[in-house]
């Protein structure tokens, strides 16, 4: 576990210039706590332990403001960046080297329990504030989603997304791009 947590902490001194040191990433860090509370919770989750699984993430929701539901699956390095806000939905899929800002919903619209209701967000995507991911869509490989974007549909690797509804702005690999998803 220290060196998950110390993985987790050089994670956030690279991607937040504001960090001094590795001991303020440790115990200043919303996210470094809600990603450690979260690693219990889905450990009990996965043994069938659901209420202590979602007794543990509540209470990381209280100290944090940061909700991951026991059931999501989170890869290594997610930052979430200020953090107040954020909601990680039950079947939700995050991806390696993922960074949220504060007030992103990775969210459900619907459906039956036990069936992908929540979005798949892959690798090295960086997720603005205020987002809205909405379904079981696919954010790809990364991607950009401008802050308060509400997304509704799949959206292509290494593209960017912005708007209501969300609309494909950029090919950051190439040139842009104008198409609605």
Same mark, same amino acid.
């Given at each position: ?8 902490? $050089? ?35 996965? %043994? &069938?332990?659901?209420?202590? *699984? $979602?007794?543990?993430?509540? $209470? ?15 890869? %290594? ?14 079947? *939700? ?50 991607? %950009?989603?401008?802050?308060? *974007? ?16 969300? &609309? ?14």
């Amino acid at each position: 576990m220290i060196k998950f947590i110390i993985e987790e902490a $050089r994670n956030i001194m690279e991607k937040d210039p504001a960090t001094k040191s590795m001991i303020e990433a440790i115990l200043c860090y919303p996210s470094l706590k809600a990603i450690i509370y979260h690693k219990l919770a889905h450990r009990l989750y996965k %043994k &069938k332990r659901y209420v202590l *699984a $979602r007794i543990i993430s509540q $209470r990381a929701r209280r100290i944090t403001g940061i909700e991951i539901h026991p059931g999501a699956k989170i890869g %290594k390095n997610l930052f979430i960046d200020h953090g107040m806000g954020v909601v990680i939905g039950e079947t *939700a899929e995050v991806g390696d080297n993922v960074t949220m800002y504060h007030g992103v919903t990775l969210g459900g619209i619907g459906g039956e329990p036990g069936t992908k209701r929540h979005p798949t967000v892959e690798d090295n995507v960086m997720i603005g504030s205020g987002a809205k991911i909405l379904g079981p869509i696919t954010i790809g490989r990364g991607a %950009k989603i401008g802050a308060n *974007a509400v997304v509704l549909k799949d959206v292509p690797p290494y593209t960017t997304v912005v708007g209501i509804p969300g &609309k494909v702005v950029k090919n950051n690999r190439d040139d842009y791009l104008m198409y609605v998803i």
